[in-house]
């Protein structure tokens, strides 16, 4: 069997700026795993959708891994609520690539149930076996969105298909993987639950002195951080009610970081629910308590994850949530709502505290006890470094990946030792979009 690996993730691309209302943990988790992966010695096509001519159709990204942009709709940027109907293009494409290359690739590795789609009908022709990360299920975000929920009713006949279909499911959490039972009736032993992960050389805790001074934070207030998209489902909103709670029911005075957007500064034009979160500040009498940051790059976040005294993320659920891990990471003390992959990698008490969603006052009380406690704080900082440590670095998650490739038959690669590496491939354009 061949080694090599497609994974396909059709709107998240690994070269995308994070932080906006379409990039963010899928992006990260997709450009980790490879990266971690290529590291253990695979050699990797990433394919995913040619959004922008600026990009070269195939790019030499990193050692091993070559991003293969293909043509699916018009080139530009698209909400992914839009992209089903170009997915047949997608595939077409997938599989033109895949002949001219003759068909090298022992495994696909699908992200997201678009991706999944493509890897379904690519089995059908190449006979390759596929994996699914689905990063998200369609039927949780229903419960939860509602009718905010813009997604074609047809995701839910395409994931049951394509779970029927799959070789084998990753489960991102306990909660993802009882979903994909209950609600899809998926068998259970073609489940394996491996989680997100961070990067040690990202994220570690540079002091909180430091940080706050290279960041011109005040240097005494008790400083909330709030850091990932800015999207309702997120339930910021929480965040800034209970900051306000915390000030009327205890008479204490927070200040609450929020990081995150499309742009660099906030704006309300371009990240609707920054605008939103404003308002409600004002109305709440915080609005100089609270700072909206705006998008950062990921080689600041350790300095604002640091900075902070307590990180909090309280959305509606979330199907992992990889910013707790780089929390923790940083020593930052983190409060999560109870909900999806929080309440995986927070151990309630031990290593965090979790909280019921969409609840300020039980928020606000968990913040005032570590107000309260800085020795609860401590406690929690240094169990659950030791944990995420233990637990959630990339390179624990790739290798149980590549655990579950080799159980599927794809064959390991003899691992590449420090300073080796695959030859780099080639970054010609391919076809022309006419082709
Ligand atoms: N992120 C970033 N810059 C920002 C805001 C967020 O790089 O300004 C990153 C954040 O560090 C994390 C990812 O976006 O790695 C969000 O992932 P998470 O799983 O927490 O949430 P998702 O985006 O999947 O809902």
Do not use: G
């Given at each position: 069997m061949n080694q090599k690996l497609a994974l396909i993730s059709e709107h998240a691309s690994p070269l995308a700026v994070v932080g906006g209302v379409d990039a963010g943990g899928q992006n990260i988790a997709v450009a980790e795993l490879a990266q971690h992966l290529a590291q253990l010695g695979y050699e990797i096509d990433l394919f995913t959708r040619w959004e922008s001519t600026d990009l070269p159709q195939i790019v030499s990204w990193k050692t091993g891994i070559r991003v293969i942009h293909l043509p699916a709709g018009p080139i530009r940027s698209m909400p992914k609520e839009e992209l089903l109907p170009h997915m047949a293009e997608f595939t077409e494409n997938f599989l033109r690539f895949a002949r001219q290359e003759n068909q090298p690739y022992g495994l696909i590795h699908a992200h997201f149930f678009m991706s999944a789609l493509v890897a379904a009908e690519a089995k059908k022709i190449l006979n390759i076996p596929f994996v699914i990360t689905f990063h998200a299920l369609g039927k949780v975000r229903r419960l939860c969105q509602g009718d905010s929920d813009?997604?074609?009713?047809e995701r839910f006949a395409i994931e049951e298909r394509v779970i029927r279909e799959a070789d084998h499911l990753v489960a991102l959490c306990p909660q993802d993987r009882d979903d994909l039972i209950s609600l899809y009736d998926a068998n259970p032993g073609k489940i394996t639950v491996i989680p997100n992960g961070f990067n040690p050389n990202e994220f570690y805790a540079v002091g909180k002195a430091l940080a706050r001074t290279l960041l011109k934070l005040d240097p005494d207030a008790f400083t909330i951080l709030q850091l990932g998209r800015i999207v309702p489902r997120k339930g910021i909103d929480t965040v800034v009610r209970a900051v306000s709670c915390l000030q009327k029911k205890y008479g204490t005075k927070v200040q609450l970081l929020v990081v995150g957007g499309e742009s660099d500064l906030p704006d309300p034009s371009r990240t609707p629910e920054v605008g939103v979160l404003q308002e409600l500040a004002v109305s709440e009498g915080i609005a100089d308590r609270v700072v909206f940051v705006g998008r950062r790059d990921r080689n600041l976040l350790r300095y604002y994850y640091s900075a902070a005294d307590v990180f909090v993320t309280t959305p509606w659920y979330e199907p992992f949530g990889i910013t707790p891990l780089e929390a923790m990471a940083c020593g930052t003390p983190v409060v999560g709502s109870r909900v999806g992959g929080i309440q995986y990698t927070i151990i309630d008490g031990q290593t965090g505290l979790l909280v019921p969603p969409r609840d300020p006052d039980i928020l606000a009380e968990k913040l005032n006890l570590l107000i309260r406690f800085p020795r609860l704080s401590n406690s929690i900082r240094s169990r659950a470094l030791r944990r995420v440590h233990h637990e959630f670095t990339w390179l624990n998650v790739a290798q149980k990946t590549a655990r579950l490739y080799n159980s599927l038959g794809l064959p390991q690669p003899v691992q590449l030792g420090v300073g080796k590496s695959l030859p780099n491939t080639r970054s010609a354009t391919f076809w022309s979009r006419s082709a």
């Open positions: 813009k997604f074609p009713v």
